[in-house]
T-cell receptor, first 109, second 112 residues
Framework: GQNIDQPTEMTATEGAIVQINCTYQTSGFNGLFWYQQHAGEAPTFLSYNVLDGLEEKGRFSSFLSRSKGYSYLLLKELQMKDSASYLCAVRENDYKLSFGAGTTVTVRA | IAGITQAPTSQILAAGRRMTLRCTQDMRHNAMYWYRQDLGLGLRLIHYSNTAGTTGKGEVPDGYSVSRANTDDFPLTLASAVPSQTSVYFC???????????FGEGSRLTVL
């Protein structure tokens, strides 16, 4: 089985930075994804890490440490439109992508 | 480009009825998936298909069946719906080069 943990909720102010942590214990590891999901919509791809280190993409960055079973998603210069759920997902093998329960981020003015 | 399309968007049905959720993609992806999403539980894999003609069971397959007659279509069938199958169902396909999953818009199913 798999265990992918992330906080349930986080709140931050517009313009601030928020870091969403994800820890995982899975039977296999072939990479880690972060997805964004607005309420009532489909998840959309944000980032993919397969090697240790930081991947930066504009205001969003994702970090991976395979030895620690740990990743984080960093959202900088928060905007109201960033209010959404953020899903951590581990690719365990060729077909299986397992998801955490998601972190709901609320951005306040 | 449509990407991946699901139908119906929303459905209410009585327990015991048979229901098929349709999923079609035009990206020629080999791998396709069905997930259900429930509050507090996240996305859970129901069934998957690595290529046309093959299917496999995911994490929560009981009460569901799938078929993959061709690359584009991957329908999910509930043979006899029960209230615990009330959920939002997402179909997805995978880009084999990047590993990224592309999701449909979801089908909200309520079983009474």
């Amino acid at each position: 089985g798999q265990n992918i943990d992330q906080p349930t909720e986080m709140t931050a102010t517009e313009g601030a930075i928020v870091q969403i942590n994800c820890t995982y214990q899975t039977s296999g590891f072939n990479g880690l994804f972060w997805y964004q999901q607005h309420a009532g919509e489909a998840p959309t791809f944000l980032s993919y890490n397969v090697l240790d280190g930081l991947e930066e993409k504009g205001r969003f960055s994702s970090f991976l440490s395979r030895s620690k079973g740990y990743s984080y998603l960093l959202l900088k210069e928060l905007q109201m439109k960033d209010s959404a759920s953020y899903l951590c997902a581990v690719r365990e093998n060729d077909y299986k992508l397992s998801f955490g329960a998601g972190t709901t981020v609320t951005v306040r003015a | 480009i449509a990407g991946i399309t699901q139908a119906p968007t929303s459905q209410i049905l009585a327990a015991g009825r048979r229901m098929t959720l349709r999923c079609t993609q035009d990206m020629r992806h080999n791998a396709m998936y069905w997930y259900r999403q429930d509050l507090g539980l996240g996305l859970r894999l129901i069934h998957y298909s690595n290529t046309a003609g093959t299917t496999g069971k995911g994490e929560v397959p009981d009460g569901y069946s799938v078929s993959r007659a061709n690359t584009d279509d991957f329908p999910l069938t509930l043979a006899s719906a029960v209230p615990s199958q009330t959920s939002v169902y997402f179909c997805a396909s995978r880009d084999r080069n990047t590993g990224e999953l592309f999701f449909g818009e979801g089908s909200r199913l309520t079983v009474l």
